[in-house]
């Protein structure tokens, strides 16, 4: 164990408070894979066709992936890399126990003593199930946390759109519970085709939108940044997508078992109020924002921000330019466009990744290496260098509200 305590602070103390991530994906059962994450077309079904195809990729993750039975228990987490050795590799959660508030700072490892947020990227060609994420009230009951998260659609990974890039959230404010209801009572005998109680909107890219938990919604069919709460808690209330039959255990599998035929207590996981608000994209659709600082060298905007959990920024650094920039928390990262310097690391966007490949284009930011500032260098002639940073609450810098786009 002490061994393992050496490295992590020789490579935290060696590369400035900053560490190097190894690529975490992870497989799903359902749906059918965007095959945008820039895996080698040979990977999709590299853990098996009983796993399903690789639809997502995990980072600045500290929890494991609720996947069924078939999933290691490491499934999910992120790795740090401290070498070109992936042998040497040691588990992000391991870090952040040893390390502590020396690497996520006092505020976050005094109420959490843990990073409590990870992102993904989230990759379906088709639309995913009409579902809510359990609050953390209904969460507790079943041993787990509640899940706020929060998309961005990124240009640089969405070449093409899916078969269907429509988002619904709720339903539509004149619909009533005990019509959801009526639906949800013939979950196993008929198709309910629940999302035509709802209302969709096209997913433009390059903006985002928050979804609280106890909100209803079927995402579309774009790869999706995804900063997220530390958990993953579902409750379906779509029983056929796409062809695809789910089975009544995607309704009830995080209630108590003595409530899982109890259909008031199902419609209860909805924040009702919030599913019919009749202004709901003006409530929870996020432009971005941009941060004041931009200059010719580099611009930076927010994707995510305006709730109490996530948040999230896209940094733009000008080809043949270098810039150090200064955050007020600590995060993760990931590159997805061009190739350069980050701090003491050489970073390149993936073009095409093997599953089990290490990957220059995702990092972990300490807090004090986040406050001294992180010089970043675009050492493309041609094409800008492009981040995604991903924080937790205590990022006092986020934008508190939706600025008026609708005005």
């Known amino acids: 164990m002490k061994k393992a305590s050496d490295t992590i602070r020789k490579t935290f103390d060696t590369h400035n408070g900053i560490f190097r991530l190894v690529p975490t994906f992870v497989p799903r059962r359902f749906g059918q894979p965007g095959h945008r994450l820039r895996l080698h077309p040979d990977d999709y079904f590299a853990l ?3 796993r399903g195809a690789i639809k997502e990729r995990w980072f600045s993750s500290v929890i494991r992936a609720m996947n069924g039975p078939l999933a290691p228990e490491d499934e999910g987490m992120s790795y740090v890399a401290p070498s ?20 996520i700072g006092e505020t976050l490892w005094k109420q959490y003593h843990g990073w409590p947020m990870y992102s993904k990227f989230f990759d379906f060609g088709t639309p995913l199930f009409h579902h809510l994420h359990l609050t953390e009230a209904a969460a507790s009951l079943v041993g787990k946390l509640g899940k706020p998260e929060s998309y961005y659609f990124p240009r640089q990974l969405n070449n093409y759109p899916g078969e269907f890039p429509v988002t619904y959230f709720g339903y539509d404010p004149d619909v009533t519970l005990e019509e959801v209801k009526a639906r949800l009572l013939n979950y196993e005998n008929a198709d309910i085709r629940i999302t035509e109680l709802s209302r969709g909107y096209r997913v433009e890219l390059g903006t985002g939108w928050y979804t609280p938990p106890g909100v209803v919604h079927a995402p579309g069919s774009y790869l999706t940044y995804e900063p997220q709460w530390n958990s993953d808690v579902n409750s379906v209330h779509e029983n056929v997508t796409s062809g695809e039959v789910y089975p009544y255990e995607f309704l009830v599998e995080n209630c108590p078992d003595a409530r899982k035929l109890d259909i008031d207590y199902i419609l209860s996981l909805m ?15 996020r432009p971005p924002v941009p941060v004041e600082t931009e200059t010719e060298d580099f611009s930076e905007s ?3 921000y305006a709730n109490e959990y996530i948040c999230a920024k896209e940094l733009t650094v000008a080809p043949g330019r270098s810039v150090t920039v200064k955050d007020c928390a600590a995060y993760g990262c990931i590159v997805v466009q061009g190739h350069g310097k980050f701090d003491s690391y050489n970073t390149e966007a993936a073009i095409m990744l093997r599953f089990g490949q290490l990957s220059a284009d995702e990092f972990f930011v300490g807090e004090s290496a986040a406050k001294k500032g992180v010089r970043i260098v675009n050492e493309s002639r041609c094409e800008p260098l492009v981040l995604l940073k991903h924080f937790g609450p205590n990022n006092t810098e986020m934008p508190k509200s939706v600025p008026r786009w609708w005005a």
């Open 48 to 50: 098996g066709t009983k």
């Open 84 to 103: 070109d050795d992936i042998a040497e590799k040691f588990l992000l959660r391991d870090a952040v126990q040893e390390l502590g508030a020396d690497l």
């Open 271 to 285: 924040d009702w109020p919030k599913n019919v608000d009749p202004h709901y994209k003006r409530t929870y659709f």
């Open 302 to 304: 927010w994707v995510s």
